[in-house]
């Protein structure tokens, strides 16, 4: 994930599911990170980058095809803007054989999204994979749009839509839903992706924080943290990954606990939302996708 910097580019290891792996496994969550990785020198840096970080790699396919890269253009503010060169790359292959042990062992959750849910040819195969999962595991989605490679919206909005039926929590962001909906608010739009089957929906509105809905609990609002921010690259990943981490520490992760999280109480609902605007805002005072450790997360809670 090459970053402008002064006319040079950086070559970062990203890629939404992989910043969520890292992120869940910061916060001592155990993560394994299901990817077709390719074997040249990004794929190996992604490898690394994974391992370093406590993500388990059995998961992890070797895939023939070259990596996928993301060209990222930091402005003065903070805010970015994405090219990519993705034609025939590692990430779009996948086949329903290289996913048959996918679910094997304890899982209690699968995190699925951004462009590998919408990209032929693997698309189908990973949809499937969630069908399956569903039966034994908390389906998490995160649409993550990238309008230059989704297609029409109108298009992209059916199949986000069949994804958010699917699952159990879906996170998306403001620029998501204006991109999918243009002209209907947030909060509108989390109402109606809930009553598709979710149990909760959070949207989160960076400087405005972030609205989320969840049956018991209603529309609850949470304010942004204040902080200055060097870029916003996996902002929205670091609160997706908070945010679970948040529901397993609370026990309301995997199938047998579907009613509870269907039952999520509101203290319960702001406290998990406060850790993941927390996440998100520390991400946002580095550079690229650097999301805490649970140490960072803790001593950063305000006290009392």
Same mark, same amino acid.
């Given at each position: 994930m090459p970053r402008d910097r002064e006319?040079?580019?950086?070559?970062?290891?990203?890629?939404?599911?992989?910043?969520?792996?890292?992120?869940?496994?910061?916060?001592?969550v155990p993560a394994r990170m299901l990817a077709r990785v390719a074997d040249d020198p990004f794929?190996? %840096? +992604?490898? #690394?980058?994974? $391992?370093?970080?406590? *993500?388990?790699?059995?998961? =992890?396919?070797?895939? &023939?095809?070259?990596?996928?890269?993301a060209i990222v253009a930091v402005d003065p503010d903070g805010s970015v803007a994405y090219d990519f060169r993705v034609d025939g790359t590692a990430d779009w292959q996948w086949r329903d054989e290289e996913l048959g042990g996918a679910l094997d062992g304890q899982v209690l959750a699968v995190h699925a999204g951004s462009l590998a849910m919408t990209m032929a040819p693997g698309a189908e195969a990973l949809l499937r994979l969630l069908q399956r999962a569903g039966g034994s595991a908390t389906i998490?989605?995160?649409?993550?749009?990238?309008?230059?490679?989704?297609?029409?919206?109108?298009?992209?909005?059916? %199949? +986000?839509? #069949?994804?958010? $039926?699917?699952?159990? *929590?879906?996170?998306?962001? =403001?620029?998501?839903? &204006?991109w999918l909906v243009p002209g209907r608010a947030a909060e509108e739009v989390a109402e109606a992706w809930l009553a598709l089957g979710p149990a909760l929906v959070a949207i989160t509105a960076g400087a405005d924080?972030?609205?989320?809905?969840?049956?018991?609990?209603?529309?609850?609002?949470?304010?942004?943290?204040?902080?200055a921010v060097v870029d916003?690259?996996?902002?929205?990943?670091?609160?997706?990954?908070?945010?679970?981490?948040?529901?397993?520490?609370?026990?309301?992760?995997?199938?047998?606990?579907?009613?509870?999280?269907?039952?999520?109480?509101?203290?319960?609902?702001?406290?998990?939302?406060?850790?993941?605007?927390? $996440?998100?805002?520390?991400?946002?005072?580095?550079?690229?996708?650097?999301?805490?450790r649970l140490a960072e997360l803790l001593g950063e809670r305000p006290v009392g």
């Open positions: 006319g040079l580019y950086e070559a970062v290891p990203g890629g939404s599911p992989a910043n969520v792996a890292v992120g869940l496994a910061r916060l001592e794929g190996r %840096r +992604i490898r #690394r980058h994974l $391992a370093g970080n406590g *993500v388990d790699l059995t998961g =992890v396919v070797a895939a &023939a095809e070259p990596t996928s890269l998490s989605y995160d649409p993550n749009c990238r309008p230059l490679l989704m297609g029409a919206p109108a298009l992209a909005r059916e %199949r +986000i839509e #069949r994804l958010v $039926a699917l699952a159990d *929590v879906v996170k998306a962001s =403001v620029e998501d839903v &204006a924080g972030v609205v989320a809905v969840a049956n018991r609990t209603g529309t609850v609002r949470r304010p942004a943290r204040q902080v916003t690259v996996g902002a929205g990943d670091a609160f997706t990954s908070a945010l679970l981490a948040g529901l397993y520490r609370r026990g309301l992760l995997g199938a047998d606990r579907r009613a509870a999280l269907a039952a999520i109480t509101e203290e319960q609902l702001v406290e998990a939302l406060d850790d993941a605007v927390l $996440a998100s805002a520390i991400t946002c005072t580095r550079r690229g996708a650097d999301p805490p």
